[in-house]
């Protein structure tokens, strides 16, 4: 079975970046059919999808987030990783990393969550 | 404030049936496939609906949701004390392009 796992600082400091990775098991970051995903979650509000990566190289972004943002994946370690500039308090969210197995349709598979704080 | 409008809360006893409403525009539900999410205090968002009405293997058909225009409905019956969580929908807003989530709605089963 699939699974997915958040890594990373649990605590970074204004106007730095924010950097996550996302562990894959049980599947290929490979695989052309998935796509794979960050969405974050401040607390006491609703998900908000960051962006996705797809045939490992191909992404798209939240325009809201875009100029900010990077996604990548390490084929050979079998994971993705996120990359969020320039980092203020309004960044202090849950982060989930995701995987949406049915190609652009809902994100099926959830990591655990990484709780990220934005603070000096 | 999202582009997605869901009630802030419901309430129904156990037993009882709900429908969670999701209203938003031709740009996203209008167009767009919906899907829907379940959260448990404390854990990850877990996906009950995709593809306006579909259910991965082991959700329960005590679940079911459909979509009318720029709208979308999820219909939760057999009400149980375990179902008590924020439920949320998505969808691609073709305006913006990004997925978009709905506000929640925080569900008590009482």
């Known amino acids: 079975q699939l699974q997915l796992q958040e890594s990373g600082p649990g605590l970074v400091k204004p106007s730095e970046t924010l950097s996550l990775t996302c562990s894959v098991s049980g599947g290929s970051v490979s695989n052309s059919l998935y796509y794979w995903g960050w969405i974050r979650q401040p607390p006491g509000m609703g998900p908000e999808w960051i962006g996705s990566i797809y045939n490992t190289k191909s992404t798209y972004y939240s325009p809201s987030l875009k100029s900010r943002v990077t996604i990548f994946a390490d084929t050979s370690e079998n994971q993705f990783s996120l990359k969020l500039n320039s980092v203020t308090a309004a960044d202090t969210a849950m982060y989930f990393c995701?995987?949406?197995?049915?190609?652009?349709?809902?994100?099926?598979?959830w990591g655990q969550g990484t709780m990220v704080t934005v603070s000096s | 404030q999202s582009v997605l409008t869901q009630p802030p809360s419901m309430s129904a006893a156990p037993g009882q049936k709900v429908t969670i409403s999701c209203s938003g525009s031709?740009?996203?539900?209008?167009?767009?496939?919906v899907s829907w999410y379940r959260q448990l205090p404390g854990t990850a968002p877990k996906l009950l609906i995709f593809d306006n009405n579909k259910r991965p293997s082991g959700i329960p058909d005590r679940f079911s949701a459909s979509k009318s225009g720029p709208s979308a409905t999820l219909d939760i019956t057999g009400l149980q004390t375990g179902d008590e969580a924020d439920y949320y929908c998505a969808t691609w807003d073709s305006s913006l392009t990004a997925e978009i989530f709905g506000g929640g709605t925080r569900l008590t089963v009482l």
């Open positions: 995701v995987l949406d197995s049915r190609s652009f349709s809902a994100f099926d598979i």
């Open positions: 031709s740009s996203n539900i209008g167009t767009n496939y």
